[in-house]
Nanobody
Framework: QVQLVESGGGLVQPGGSLRLSCTAS????????MGWYQQAPGKQREVASI??????NYADSVKGRFTISRDNGQNTVYLEMNSLKPEDTGIYYC???????????WGQGTQVTVSS
């Protein structure tokens, strides 16, 4: 089982920025599909952004404001969050999927609060 450890959440004013990090255990990080998911208060967990191979995808709500990237040498995926809005508030979870075994792991989550 891949272990995922997130960091970088916090309280920020609207229009501010945060950078989330997620570091994974194991030796196969470079082949994993990695994603960031948002769980807003009282809502279901939803995908914010995914990276697999050289491709990236974003939810419509974060396009143009969030950027996902990965450092395979450091087993780490990042989510750069700019122009933050109150509706971006929630717990952000890191997710890994092994495309061969279909194994999936979740991090413990990191809280992001956007408020003035």
């Amino acid at each position: 089982q891949v272990q995922l450890v997130e960091s970088g959440g916090g309280l920020v004013q609207p229009g501010g920025s945060l950078r989330l990090s997620c570091t994974a255990s194991g030796r196969m990080f470079r082949v994993y599909t990695m994603g960031w998911y948002q769980q807003a208060p009282g809502k279901q967990r939803e995908v914010a952004s995914i990276t697999a191979g050289g491709d990236t995808n974003y939810a419509d709500s974060v396009k143009g404001r969030f950027t996902i990237s990965r450092d395979n040498g450091q087993n780490t995926v990042y989510l750069e969050m700019n122009s933050l809005k109150p509706e971006d508030t929630g717990i952000y979870y890191c997710n890994s999927k092994n495309p061969f075994s279909r194994d999936e792991s979740w991090g413990q989550g990191t809280q992001v609060t956007v408020s003035s």
